[in-house]
């Protein structure tokens, strides 16, 4: 099976940054992803990394290190809508999705 | 709006009774997903189907089949439901199963078995 670990919880305020970390070990890796997913609704892509780096995307950047088995999802100038858990997914060797708990995220005024 | 619908939105449902939910795409999409998800476990990947009459088991299969007849249906069947099967129940989608597809979300089903 697969080991994906991230916070369970993590609490910012309006207009701070926030990084959301993943470790991860999986047989064989195919891509990380980042999804959202507010309460009561479905998961939202957010991102996708399969090569090393730092990919951006608006107020939202996703960095991944394969050799450490590592990620983390960087929120900038939260705002209240931001608040949702996050769910760092790791797609192994056979291309199966396995998706760690999430990391709820509130953004306090 | 072309996505994943998904039917009922929630349910009530008695101990070893059968329930069969519904999920339906419109985006031509090969590859669709059930999952399962609960509090502190995230989603957990129950079948799943590469393409129109193939379907492959997930991490937790036990108590659920699947069958798929047509590109846009994925029915999951809860042949004899238990109190453990209580839980929100969501299909996806993607183009493939290969290593850059993105897979998409239907709204869910909360199902609770009582």
């Known amino acids: 099976g697969q080991n994906i670990d991230q916070p369970t919880e993590m609490t910012a305020t309006e207009g701070a940054i926030v990084q959301i970390n993943c470790t991860y070990q999986?047989?064989?890796?195919?891509?990380l992803f980042w999804y959202q997913q507010h309460a009561g609704e479905a998961p939202t892509f957010l991102s996708y990394?399969?090569?090393?780096g730092l990919e951006e995307k608006g107020r939202f950047s996703s960095f991944l290190s394969r050799s450490k088995g590592y990620s983390y999802l960087l929120l900038k100038e939260l705002q209240m809508k931001d608040s949702a858990s996050y769910l760092c997914?790791?797609?192994?060797?056979?291309?199966?999705?396995?998706f760690g708990a999430g990391t709820t995220v509130t953004v306090r005024a | 709006i072309a996505g994943i619908t998904q039917a009922p939105t929630s349910q009530i449902l008695a101990a070893g009774r059968r329930m069969t939910l519904r999920c339906t795409q419109d985006?031509?999409?090969?590859?669709m997903y059930w999952y399962r998800q609960d509090l502190g476990l995230g989603l957990r990947l129950i079948h799943y189907?590469?393409?129109?009459?193939?379907?492959g088991k997930g991490e937790v299969p036990d108590g659920y089949s699947v069958s798929r007849a047509n590109t846009d249906d994925f029915p999951l069947t809860l042949a004899s439901a238990v109190p453990s099967q209580t839980s929100v129940y969501f299909c996806?989608?993607?183009?493939?199963?290969?290593?850059?597809?993105?897979?998409?979300f239907g709204p869910g089903t909360r199902l609770t078995v009582l």
């Open positions: 999986t047989s064989g890796f195919n891509g």
């Open positions: 996806a989608s993607s183009e493939d199963r290969g290593a850059t597809d993105t897979q998409y």
């Open positions: 990394n399969v090569l090393d």
């Open positions: 997914a790791v797609r192994d060797g056979d291309y199966k999705l396995s």
């Open positions: 985006m031509r999409h090969n590859a």
């Open positions: 189907s590469n393409t129109a009459g193939t379907t």
